[in-house]
């Protein structure tokens, strides 16, 4: 069974970005997958503000992501970028731990003129890390109902457009998965 890795970089409990993330696992897993949940808040902040890439907690994450088949970002936006709390995850990941993993990544704001906070702060760094960035998706805060246990999305278009980009997602985790070489005895 292949595993999809979702992180939130939601330092906050109630937030859209997460009932969202839960929400499209949700999805994910009714298509066969097995979904894994990383949020920032269930770091420690002692590992994360002191930079500890070699405690437990990251090793851990670390290995979580680099099992998986693909990878779902998820982050608000404050001050025009994704949070800091995912930024300091980020860094103490490997260099290249979401290499050829499919990213999905997904943004929240409150307004439309951070639509492009995707485009130029998460997939750049993503990217970095050696994930092949998908089209991202963007959802107001008004968009998302973060009282409904089901679907929180509130808007039909932005459902039908969230629907097809996880289709995109899972079409290109089983590419990948086939375009990955399968190293036998002999290969070694």
């Not at 949700?26 to 298509?31: G, H, P, R, Y």
């Not at 949020?39 to 851990?60: R, T």
């Not at 994704?82 to 103490?92: C, H, N, R, S």
């Amino acid at each position: 069974m292949s595993k999809i890795v979702i992180i939130s970089g939601s330092p906050s409990r109630n937030s859209s970005s997460e009932h969202v993330l839960h929400f499209l696992g949700q999805l994910i897993e009714k298509e066969g997958y097995l979904v894994t949940h990383i949020s920032v808040k269930d770091i420690s902040a002692e590992v994360l503000f002191s930079g500890l890439y070699d405690n437990g907690e990251i090793q851990k994450i670390s290995d979580d992501i680099q099992q998986a088949s693909g990878i779902i970002v998820g982050s608000p936006v404050y001050k025009g970028a994704y949070t800091g709390v995912l930024k300091a995850l980020i860094d103490l990941m490997p260099q290249d731990v979401l290499k050829n993993k499919p990213v999905l990544p997904i943004m929240t704001g409150g307004s439309p003129a951070h639509l492009l906070a995707i485009e130029y702060t998460l997939n750049p760094v993503l990217t970095t890390l050696k994930g092949i960035c998908l089209k991202g998706i963007y959802l107001l805060d008004k968009q998302i109902d973060k009282e409904i246990c089901g679907n929180p999305i509130t808007d039909d278009e932005l459902y039908k457009r969230i629907k097809k980009q996880l289709y995109y997602f899972v079409d290109s985790v089983n590419k990948t998965e086939k375009a990955i070489p399968v190293l036998t005895r002999i290969d070694l």
